[in-house]
């Protein structure tokens, strides 16, 4: 589906369901800010690398504002709600300082759950990294995105899961980074029991 949006080109990018923070200063993404929450609208963030404009972004709804400062600031924490693919981009949308652009929103439903093996390296990963486990974290419907919300992705990392094709590349993709992270979380303990024992 085709869509305008305005947009916060940032070098931040966000899964469905993932959450984070940002710090707005800008007068131009002050008055986005400001027009998105008079017209409860969403806004996109396309993301940047290098000052380089991908064409993959999420699409972003603020649930909170966090604080306000004395100079007109504010810090809001958003949550992604879809992905896009950027069709056409402008500097500003029409009289407004911001930029916006003609996007088509992206299928992110998976219903289809991740395997026992990703479960299981999954599990490693969350107990040698003494994360605080949630029921979502390890339900037996957790899919590729969902288990993408939970590793530590880089934006890169996760445009590739967005681009997989199917279920089974997503999945490799995941499984890869776990059993990087897993083996790194190894040598560290190794190391330390070393240092531990000189």
Same mark, same amino acid.
């Given at each position: 589906?085709?869509?305008?949006l305005?947009l916060?080109?940032?070098s931040?990018?966000?899964?469905p369901?993932?959450k !984070?923070? #940002? %710090? #707005?200063f800008e007068?131009?993404?002050?008055?986005? @800010? &400001?027009?998105c929450?008079?017209? %409860? &609208?969403? $806004?996109g963030?396309p $993301?940047?690398?290098?000052?380089?404009?991908?064409e993959?972004?999420?699409? *972003?709804k603020? #649930?909170?504002?966090l604080a306000?400062?004395?100079d007109?600031? !504010?810090d809001?924490? #958003?949550?992604c709600?879809?992905? $896009?693919k950027?069709? !056409?981009?402008y500097q500003?949308?029409g009289?407004k300082l911001y930029?916006?652009?003609?996007v088509?929103?992206?299928?992110t439903e998976s219903?289809?759950? *991740?395997?026992e093996?990703?479960m299981s390296? @999954?599990?490693?990963f969350?107990?040698?990294?003494?994360?605080?486990?949630?029921?979502d974290m390890?339900?037996i419907d957790?899919? &590729?995105?969902g288990a993408?919300?939970i590793?530590?992705?880089n934006g890169?990392?996760?445009?590739?899961l967005?681009k &997989?094709k199917?279920?089974?590349?997503?999945e490799k993709i @995941?499984?890869n980074?776990?059993?990087i992270?897993?083996?790194l979380?190894?040598q560290?303990k190794s190391v330390?029991?070393n240092?531990?024992l000189n």
């Amino acid at each position: 589906m085709q869509t305008e949006l305005p947009l916060f080109p940032l070098s931040v990018f966000l899964l469905p369901g993932e959450k !984070s923070q #940002i %710090h #707005i200063f800008e007068s131009r993404y002050k008055q986005l @800010l &400001a027009d998105c929450e008079r017209n %409860h &609208a969403s $806004f996109g963030i396309p $993301f940047i690398l290098n000052n380089v404009l991908s064409e993959y972004g999420s699409v *972003v709804k603020v #649930i909170d504002e966090l604080a306000s400062h004395p100079d007109g600031s !504010s810090d809001i924490e #958003i949550q992604c709600t879809d992905i $896009f693919k950027i069709k !056409s981009y402008y500097q500003q949308m029409g009289e407004k300082l911001y930029p916006g652009g003609n996007v088509i929103l992206l299928e992110t439903e998976s219903s289809q759950p *991740v395997s026992e093996n990703l479960m299981s390296e @999954l599990g490693k990963f969350l107990q040698k990294s003494n994360q605080e486990l949630t029921p979502d974290m390890l339900s037996i419907d957790l899919d &590729a995105y969902g288990a993408g919300r939970i590793i530590p992705l880089n934006g890169l990392e996760k445009i590739k899961l967005v681009k &997989a094709k199917n279920p089974q590349t997503k999945e490799k993709i @995941l499984l890869n980074k776990l059993k990087i992270l897993n083996q790194l979380q190894k040598q560290y303990k190794s190391v330390e029991r070393n240092i531990f024992l000189n």
